[in-house]
């Protein structure tokens, strides 16, 4: 069995507990976990989905140095 290390286990923590707070109080990632739940999901499926949903939105915070923009514009790429 591999050894998840102390700090991957925490990340992996720390964005399940995010996911369960916003599938509470978020309008729209509650949408998305109760769309995922009408797909048949189970509910911790469900929430390992809007975990992976925080992540890459916090990736992409981080990578693009931007401030959280709750209603974001999309373009194409290479017309911004």
Do not use: C
């Not at 989905?49 to 959280?68: E, G, Q, T």
Request: hydrophobic share 40%; proline share 8%; aromatic share 16%.
């Amino acid at each position: 069995m591999k050894k998840f290390y102390s700090h991957v286990r925490l990340l992996r923590y720390s964005f399940w507990m995010a996911a369960v707070s916003a599938r509470r109080f978020n309008p729209e990632l509650k949408e998305f976990y109760e769309l995922k739940r009408s797909q048949g999901k189970h509910s911790n499926v469900a929430t390992g989905a809007l975990a992976r949903r925080l992540a890459h939105l916090v990736y992409s915070i981080w990578k693009n140095n931007k401030p959280f923009d709750p209603a974001p514009q999309w373009s194409p790429p290479g017309n911004n």
